[in-house]
């Protein structure tokens, strides 16, 4: 019989290899259009909701907290599509930021008060990966598969979106259905890994992709690639050191990255001799 350890390996690495398909497509739209931090908005205001409801307590992880976590990034969806500055002094990125400082300094509030509140807030930081189980993975692939069957239809819409291609209305509706989109995986993902894994899950592997190729679907198949063996190494290191979960994984995701860009480099001047 598999042992527990090997049984929750495996189970994790199933998590992963699900959420790093459609993390790594969004991430391309991210990078490409300049949104660098708006997933770490959402990622944000989805453990504040969270930690609202540990304040109203309402157990963190249990269906209420993902509700609370969904009101969140419902209001982040909101803000993020209709708060765009006509300013050319202001860049978006701006606002975005400011978005999410205000995000955290209301978290520490709120955990402020309350019994174990930096306990808490750690959790939204680096989650807890003890807590996948066979049916939230089966639940998240099937929200998943549903997400990415939307983006496959509307790919179109999106990669104009991606383009500057869309007319100022338009860009408003379909930026509320992009952030809507990368909100509902965030509720997903972040009461297990955390916000700053959940944040390099959507953007270190588009990144190292970015540099290599310009294709959506090679970009994807590259970046999930990656991403899930630089995950494997870094769920096996947590394994083996007893490091926590996240840390390990972020790390060992940031090493890929910087090799990336090392490579990268060396692949431009040899091209430029």
């Not at 199933?14 to 790093?20: G, H, N, R």
């Not at 606002?95 to 309350?114: A, F, P, Q, R």
């Not at 679907?217 to 870094?234: E, Q």
Request: charged share 10%.
């Amino acid at each position: 019989m598999m042992s527990q350890t090997a049984s929750l390996f495996l189970l994790q690495l199933s998590l992963i290899a699900v959420v790093l398909v459609l993390h790594t497509y969004l991430g391309l739209h991210i990078i490409r259009r300049t949104l660098i931090f708006c997933d770490l908005v959402q990622n944000q205001l989805a453990a504040l909701g969270a930690l609202v409801g540990i304040a109203l307590q309402v157990r963190y992880g249990s269906p209420l907290s993902y509700v609370l976590a969904m009101g969140g990034v419902l209001l982040g969806s909101l803000l993020l599509a209709l708060i765009k500055p006509r300013n050319r002094e202001i860049p978006r990125e701006a606002v975005i930021g400011i978005l999410y400082g205000v995000s955290v300094v209301v978290s520490i509030m709120v955990t402020d008060k309350l019994p174990g509140g930096d306990v808490h807030l750690q959790k939204t930081l680096s989650g807890y990966m003890e807590w996948v189980s066979w049916p939230l993975v089966l639940v998240t692939i099937l929200v998943y598969i549903a997400l990415l069957l939307f983006h496959v239809k509307t790919r179109h819409q999106f990669i104009a979106l991606a383009e500057g291609r869309l007319t100022p209305k338009a860009e408003r509706f379909w930026d509320f259905l992009f952030f809507l989109t990368e909100g509902i995986i965030t509720v997903l993902i972040v009461p297990v890994a955390g916000v700053l894994l959940a944040y390099a899950f959507i953007m270190i592997p588009a990144a190292i992709a970015v540099m290599f190729t310009r294709r959506w679907a090679g970009g994807v198949l590259l970046g999930w690639s990656i991403g899930f063996v630089a995950c494997v190494i870094g769920l096996g290191s947590s394994y083996l050191f007893s490091f926590p979960y996240s840390p390990s994984l972020v790390l060992s995701l940031g090493v890929f990255f910087i090799g990336a860009v090392i490579l990268r480099a060396g692949l431009r001047q040899k091209g430029c001799q």
